[in-house]
């Protein structure tokens, strides 16, 4: 963890990795059922996905906590009952916890167990995020226009925005980031 200014005012990423032992992925997935509602109960808690493994053979999860900024996550992550719950995972899990925070745009571009020396290039950086941008602006703008036309131009604009932003940074940049990989980040 760090102790920029950046880092402790903004929004922060914490990726989780664990890669669950053979047979036990029933038993861990009732631990995330546990362990996530005490991390929403935490000030500052914005949400978590959980990236399940798709392949046979991989057992990795991943979990990504958004906390609003630096000092509310570092709570959570030393938290008691963070810690108890971490022992309770301990028989389920290969090896010990991969813990990984991350603060700003570079966070849609970094997955779990893939840690990037350098982040992408700044143009494929945008060009995937304008790819993002484009492709929500067209689907929301559809669906919201219809609904938002009785309300002030400028209000239209900071709630489709507004909903953009959200679902670019929880949903469709993971996504892209999986997509396009290999160009990101080529050999």
Known sequence: MTNSISAESYHVTAVI????????EKEYEDWLRGIVPVAKSFDGHLGVQILRPHLEENTEYVIVLHFDHHQNLKRWLESEERHKWIE????LIQQPENVQVLTGL?????????????????????LITWLGVLFLSLVVGRILNPLLEPLPWLLKQIITSGLIVWLLAYFLMPQLTRLFYRWLYPK
């Open 17 to 24: 990795a664990h890669s669950v032992k053979r047979n036990l």
């Open 88 to 91: 309770l995972v301990q028989p």
């Open 106 to 126: 570079e966070t849609w571009f970094e997955l779990p167990k893939r840690p990037q020396k350098y982040p992408p290039k700044r143009y494929k950086i945008a």
